[in-house]
């Protein structure tokens, strides 16, 4: 069944032999850096893991990192442990945001570990203090993570899902439609609630406050009594990334999507710019089961040409990696809340709490459909898509065309969903609803 989870992510090499184990060369092969962490109370049992770290990874790089050591237990380390990188856990940055951080017995520092350690190493094991290490081969585990092996979404450009007439209207969640703006863009605001109300009558709106004047602020609780407001939580935020103020780099916007879908479960998130068209989203809110998160591809429009180098840099990757990927519009999203669509929220939230992916220095665009250097840019969706590419299989690809991506709404419906008036707006729209 289409609902039912569709991939399957690794030949079984419990029965049979993967053919990549024996034809990759060991110099395909990064080699990982050994992670440990701990505090001053499991200092005996980091020791243990160490004894064992000692006897199969002599030739390893350790890194330790240090959740709050006894000054003589960090120079013990240090002496007795050359090749070992100690790391200070960073608690007194993440206390203001996330305070339970310190109450180690909930393990909220092992992610953010495991991250640092990774963008640090690019390939790691971890253990906890508890692990005794048999054996110094991973190269099979090495391996099968280098293979991408998910396709989520069977082809509904070319063949109807079944689950389309099968899935009942009680087992699909009523999308919330999700706006935001701030003063600058209230008249395009003005005219895209416009279709909403000719449209989507029935559905609940929420409209996030990028900065309002008051006066707009208060016409739109006037004259929207099914809208919710939420103001955007500038002032939390900005210790930790002031850059997202500056709206028009976008970072704003993967933040408004998550929180909507965590408040909301399931939505239709549309810029100022969109004008709705339908109110029958039925198929991509029944895809959206399974795949989580869908956009609109550009056809044509190549992520590289459209990417700073320091966007794929800060994935690990090159603009050579993405050759033959369109880039999507990331104005019109429909996301429905699952397992896949949090992991890809979660990437591309921390993208835009960081400057030096969504908002790179220092980097120009190279594509190999343009000749020379250039710093074109599209923020949000330069990252949105790239991270697409690393949790969806790409489409078949011949004489130079792609089928539609698997999170490309068109899998789903080819009929218009909405359509895209960038620099139309609406002066009155509101302010006659008011009157009338």
């Known amino acids: 069944s289409y609902l039912k989870q569709v991939s399957s992510y690794l030949s079984d090499g419990f029965k049979n032999r993967h053919l990549t184990w024996n034809t990759t060369s060991e110099d395909q092969i990064q080699k990982p850096v050994i992670i440990l962490a701990a505090n001053s109370h ?183 009594v099914r809208c919710i407001i939420i103001p955007f939580p500038f002032a939390q935020i900005d210790s930790v990334a002031p850059h997202i103020r500056s709206l028009g780099n976008f970072a704003w916007k993967p933040i408004v999507i998550q929180d909507a879908v965590r408040r909301f479960g399931s939505i239709i998130y549309g810029d100022t710019s969109i004008r709705y068209k339908t109110s029958n989203f039925d198929r991509l809110l029944i895809d959206n089961l399974i795949r989580g998160f869908s956009c609109r591809e550009l056809p044509g429009h190549y992520l590289p040409c459209f990417t700073l180098s320091g966007t794929f840099s800060w994935f690990n990757e090159t603009f050579s990696t993405f050759d033959d990927v369109y880039i999507a519009e990331a104005g019109f999203l429909a996301v429905t809340d699952n397992f896949l669509s949090r992991l890809i929220l979660k990437t591309w939230v921390t993208c835009a709490l960081d400057s030096t992916c969504i908002t790179p220095s220092y980097s120009r665009t190279q594509c190999k459909r343009v000749t020379g250097l250039t710093e074109k840019h599209r923020y949000d969706q330069s990252a949105m898509v790239t991270l697409l590419s690393f949790y969806f299989f790409p489409s078949p690809r011949q004489n130079g065309k792609s089928d539609p991506a698997p999170y490309d709404m068109y899998t789903s419906m080819q009929e218009r969903i909405a359509e895209v008036r960038r620099f139309e707006g609406d002066k009155n729209y509101l302010t006659r609803r008011k009157k009338s």
Not at 93 to 119: C, M, Y
Not at 197 to 215: E, G, H, R
């Open 42 to 224: 499991f200092y005996d049992t980091l020791q243990a893991s160490m004894h064992t770290i000692n006897d199969y990874l002599k030739d390893y790089t350790v890194a330790i990192y240090d959740l709050q050591f006894s000054p003589t237990q960090l120079n013990m380390i240090k002496e007795n442990c050359v090749r070992c990188i100690i790391i200070p856990f960073p608690f007194a940055q993440i206390d203001s945001v996330a305070p339970h951080i310190r109450s180690l017995g909930n393990f909220a520092w092992k992610p953010i570990v495991i991250q640092d350690a990774v963008r640090r190493f690019s390939s790691i094991i971890y253990g906890d203090t508890s692990i005794r290490y048999k054996t110094s081969n991973f190269d099979r585990l090495l391996i099968d993570n280098l293979i991408r092996v998910s396709s989520y979404l069977s082809d509904g450009f070319k063949n109807r899902h079944l689950t389309w007439n099968t899935t009942s209207e009680d087992q699909i969640q009523k999308p919330v439609i999700i706006l935001a703006a701030n003063l600058h863009f209230y008249d395009r605001l003005q005219a895209s609630m416009h279709t909403v109300n000719d449209y989507l009558k029935d559905y609940t709106v929420a409209i996030y406050d990028l900065q309002f004047s008051p006066t707009q602020l208060n016409m739109i609780k006037e004259n929207c």
